[in-house]
């Protein structure tokens, strides 16, 4: 069993999307040397490198829902997804092949801008989602359906975490009884043995490339070598500690090799705590507070031991099951308006999980949501809506959305307010930004 270091660490609370963003407060670490990379580090001041996100540099990035088989994943699905995709049962490996859905990400600014708006056309975010099959202690192994479990959680590149946190003797547990934090502990520790696996094989491609390229002692491919070598055996340091690869603190260089890898460990995570509807409810008239609820509470904790920085979002799977076939049938449950659904603060989890924000372009002909990663530049979120308009930008009109919102969208009265800045090549997004591009050509 790997080691799971304890550290003193606090819990914000953000409410009232219910959202638990776990973090935690150490004193500050000292960089681990991992060898000389092939670049440099650009130094501190407006030319300095933008610190690198570890994962692929996408804006169209993938989200897959895991934990232990017979939890709730795939009901938790078809509740997101909104739709019968998946194969929800009452026994364990029901799902094999992993199902794929485009959900919509609920937005109270999308849908405020197209209220000011009223346009022809709307179009909403969306994030792509898989239902992947359940796992079990030796997955990393190739228990269960361990080696196909976990080659579809390396293709995704964020992961939704369920585990069971209610009673029900009528329910099965694959482990024969409910044990949040023990159940949190086997998928960690069958990822952490995974990665392990990956980088021992990396660590060996990267030991003989330097033995064969020995006698070339100038040359570059030596010299890349020797960082690959020596970013495995740091990798190898992190994991054997217990700690996921997300959690490290990589250097731009070192971020980029590892990227290479596809480690599962280096997957943001958010975390669903699937509760019964009694603790749902209480959960919500209590205001959100996790330590009225021991199964909460010790997932809390785990959290901030393992995963500090991590978001936990308690949602009653049954219920919000029950939304999704009320709605489809044209009915709403005497519950609907007193006891909100958890769907959209759990989308909205792992969008921030994954580094997404989003911004808008609006107009009575059409409002749309589009994602990026956050960090990206105005030439780089140009280059979302079309692969040209990043290539010619010439400049970003910016208006924020508190602004389009009091005036109405109104443009003359926004330009003559001032609201509206033009921003540059290096303006970075920020987070509902409401945009319209400029670029050569005509076109925006």
Not at 202 to 227: D, H, I, P, W
């Amino acid at each position: 069993m790997l080691l799971l270091p304890r550290i003193t660490r606090q819990v914000r609370l953000n409410w009232p999307s219910r959202l638990f963003h776990i973090s935690a407060t150490s004193s500050a670490k000292k960089p681990t040397k991992a060898g000389k990379a092939p670049s440099g580090k650009g130094k501190k001041g407006k030319n300095a490198e933008k610190k690198l996100l570890l994962g692929r540099p996408s804006n169209n990035l993938k989200g897959g829902i895991v934990g232990l088989a017979n939890v709730g994943k795939s009901s938790i699905f078809q509740a997101i997804s909104k739709s019968h995709l998946g194969n929800p049962a009452n026994y364990p490996f029901a799902t094999i092949d992993p199902e794929e859905a485009r959900v919509i990400v609920p937005s109270d600014r999308f849908d405020s801008l197209c209220e000011v708006y009223k346009p022809e056309n709307s179009v909403p975010a969306t994030l792509t989602l898989f239902d992947i099959a359940g796992l079990v202690k030796g997955a990393s192994k190739g228990e269960g359906l361990g080696n196909a479990f976990l080659a579809n959680i390396r293709a995704v590149d964020g992961l939704f975490q369920v585990v069971r946190a209610f009673d029900d003797p009528d329910i099965t547990h694959i482990e024969g009884s409910i044990d949040p934090t023990r159940d949190l502990q086997i998928v960690t520790h069958e990822l952490l043995e995974k990665d392990v696996e990956f980088v021992l094989r990396a660590l060996e491609t990267a030991e003989r490339a330097v033995k064969a390229a020995g006698s070339q002692k100038n040359s570059m491919v030596l010299t890349e070598r020797k960082f690959e070598q020596a970013v495995c055996e740091k990798l190898l340091q992190h994991l054997e500690t217990g700690k996921k690869v997300y959690h490290g603190d990589w250097t731009n260089e070192e971020v980029r090799f590892i990227n290479t890898l596809t480690l599962l460990t280096a997957k943001p995570t958010a975390y669903i705590a699937n509760v019964s509807f009694e603790d749902y409810k209480d959960f919500v008239a209590g205001g959100g507070k996790l330590d009225d609820n021991r199964y909460l509470s010790s997932i809390r904790e785990w959290i901030e031991e393992n995963s500090p920085g991590d978001i936990l979002v308690p949602v009653c799977v049954e219920y919000e099951v029950r939304l999704f076939e009320s709605s489809e049938a044209g009915e709403e449950l005497d519950t609907a308006s007193t006891v909100p659904s958890a769907i959209g603060p759990a989308i909205s989890a792992l969008r921030k999980a994954l580094n997404l924000i989003s911004f808008f372009t609006g107009s009575p002909r059409e409002v749309r949501e589009w994602t990026i990663r956050r960090g990206s530049t105005a030439p780089e979120a140009a280059g979302v809506i079309h692969g040209d308009l990043e290539k010619t930008f010439i400049v970003a009109q910016v208006t924020k959305f508190d602004d389009v919102i009091s005036h109405k969208g109104d443009e003359a009265s926004l330009k003559s307010g001032g609201k509206i800045a033009n921003k540059g090549k290096d303006y970075e997004m920020e987070d509902a930004d409401c945009v319209i591009f400029k670029a050569a050509n005509g076109k925006k």
